[in-house]
């Protein structure tokens, strides 16, 4: 078992997320936006072990928080990216587009994530899925024995994400939706990278793009 916080963080108001097992206390966070300060502070106060940092994509509000995390520890935190975000990530994010200098090249990320990879925390088995759209190496965590999935900037509740950006492919964002979302159980949770969270059957039922 683990549990979540979402922090919501940063001038776009980004979903970030900590995950610690109750068991090991062992913890990971996706999407780290500007202002992760606050869940390093939760960290500490807590008494976890920060194991890893999962990326969905290398957009700059979703990695905005990297520096701040990387220097409040003594040990490199693993960044964990598909490939296809490299090129993304080397450019600061796309922030420039929006007046926000980032340099994200001191913190490499060390563990390339693939379609159908798994990783874990703890006991807990993610699945890694490929879901192109909004960029090229997007990326779901799905647990399938919890029921839920982190998917960043692919869904939201009673909306889709942007095509539009550089990378973007709205026919891609189509088919990573109803081929890698749709097909999860209806009752499976849906952590967004902005806004509430939803449900695949809410999403079935009530999202007008679909």
């Known amino acids: 078992m683990f549990q979540i916080k979402k922090y919501i ?24 936006a ?4 606050t869940l390093v502070k ?12 999962w990326i969905t ?13 990387e ?20 450019e600061g994010g796309g922030g420039k587009e929006f007046g926000v ?7 490499p990320p060390i563990i390339t994530l693939m379609d159908q990879s798994e990783i874990k925390l703890g006991e807990n088995n993610f699945r890694v899925l490929h879901t192109p759209g909004h960029t090229p190496g997007h990326i779901t965590f799905y647990c399938p024995n919890q029921n839920v999935a982190f998917c960043g900037d692919l869904i939201f509740n009673k909306s889709i994400g942007r095509s539009d950006f550089k990378g973007g492919n709205y026919e891609h964002l189509i088919k990573s939706i109803h081929e890698k979302i749709m097909t999860m159980p209806e009752e499976t949770r849906l952590f967004c990278g902005h806004g509430p969270e939803t ?9 007008p793009f679909l």
């Open 199 to 207: 449900t695949v059957g809410n999403e079935k039922k009530e999202n």
């Open 9 to 32: 963080l940063g001038p776009i108001q980004n979903n970030t997320y900590l995950l610690n097992t109750i068991e090991s206390q062992e913890c990971v966070i996706i999407d780290p």
């Open 42 to 53: 939760d960290i500490t106060r807590n008494n976890l072990t920060l194991i890893q940092i």
């Open 71 to 90: 220097n409040s520890f003594s040990n490199q935190i693993p960044v964990c990216l598909h490939p296809l975000e490299i090129p993304l990530w080397q």
């Open 34 to 37: 500007i202002g992760s300060r």
């Open 101 to 107: 200098e980032m340099n994200l090249s001191p913190y």
């Open 57 to 69: 994509h290398a957009h700059f509000d979703h990695v905005g928080g990297i520096q701040e995390i």
